[in-house]
Nanobody
């Protein structure tokens, strides 16, 4: 069974940092793009960051560009999201996802992602 399991969420003060991890099991995603999305209370899930299989193509949402960094370790079948300078508006459930449709590239589009984790809560207090 394919699973994506996020970890590293929690409560942090504004200006602080967190590092999210997403470990995949059941199959390797070393040849696929991976992404992070988030859903705040009362809002739709939105794109945060994506990385292609090699790390050579990376996309960020404008709202996190310069503060968040996505990376991956294909040997560990794991993708990371380093979040710095956190703001209260970053509060959300963060999901990782695997994109098996974009080939060598990566996508900002949720419909391209066909494997999803259960999410990890990130709460940023002011």
């Amino acid at each position: 069974q394919v699973q994506l399991v996020e970890s590293g969420g929690g409560l942090v003060q504004a200006g602080g940092s967190l590092r999210l991890s997403c470990a995949a099991s059941g199959r390797t995603f070393s040849g696929n793009a991976m992404g992070w999305f988030r859903q705040a209370p009362g809002k739709e899930r939105e794109f945060v960051a994506a990385i292609n299989w090699s790390g050579g193509t990376i996309y960020y949402a404008d709202s996190v560009n310069g503060r968040f960094t996505i990376s991956r370790d294909n040997a560990k079948n794991t993708v990371y999201l380093q979040m710095n300078s956190l703001k209260p508006e970053d509060t959300a459930v963060y999901y990782c996802a695997a994109d098996t449709r974009s080939g060598w590239g990566a996508s900002r589009t949720q419909a391209m992602y066909d494997y999803w984790g259960q999410g990890t809560q990130v709460t940023v207090s002011s």
